[in-house]
């Protein structure tokens, strides 16, 4: 347990979580302009709502203790806006005067329906030619242009493009 205890310490740091935090703005800034056209092409902008985010805090205490986190994503040029009760209560009334405090996030978008928006995106990707294999890749065949196949346990299969989707339980 040590060893894995130093590791998360040091991935821990100010410095680190800054680090980590602009990577991960890096990879998601443009993210919702990249993904309009897919959209747009799947007919599927009607799951994507752009109303932005709210996150609320029951006391002083529990605000203060999530400043580091608005405080990242500000160094990193996402746009917060910091709320109190009455604020909170003008943007989201049904919450009453329950939270003391709340960080509005403008540009945080969502999905009404993931299952459905991820069969619309695949359902265009399939009219468009893509092939959607659940096979264990294996390997990459390679020429100089690039990957020109995916090995997998069954055969390879030649491509002109490759989008590799692996979530967290596929390590291998």
């Avoid at 821990?12 to 747009?40: E, T, V, Y």
């Avoid at 990707?125 to 346990?153: H, K, N, P, W, Y």
Wanted: aromatic share 8%.
């Amino acid at each position: 347990l040590l060893p894995w205890l130093l590791r998360f310490t040091a991935a821990s740091s100010a410095r680190r979580a800054q680090k980590i935090a602009g990577a991960l703005h890096a990879l998601n800034k443009d993210a919702m302009q990249d993904f309009a056209p897919l959209l747009k092409d799947a007919g599927a902008e009607h799951l994507v709502i752009n109303n932005g985010r709210l996150d609320v805090y029951g006391s002083e205490e529990s605000f203060a203790k999530a400043r580091v986190k608005f405080d990242l994503l500000r160094n990193c040029g996402v746009r917060t806006e910091v709320l109190d009760q009455q604020q909170i209560r003008e943007l989201e009334p049904v919450l009453g005067d329950q939270f003391h405090r709340g960080v509005f996030y403008p540009d945080s978008a969502h999905t009404t329906d993931p299952l459905r928006l991820t069969q619309m995106l695949a359902g265009d990707f399939l009219r468009r030619g893509g092939r959607i294999l659940r096979e264990e890749v294996t390997g990459f065949e390679f020429d100089s242009s690039g990957v020109v196949a995916v090995c997998t346990t069954r055969e390879a299969h030649p491509v002109d493009r490759v989008v590799l989707a692996a979530g967290a339980y596929s390590p291998p």
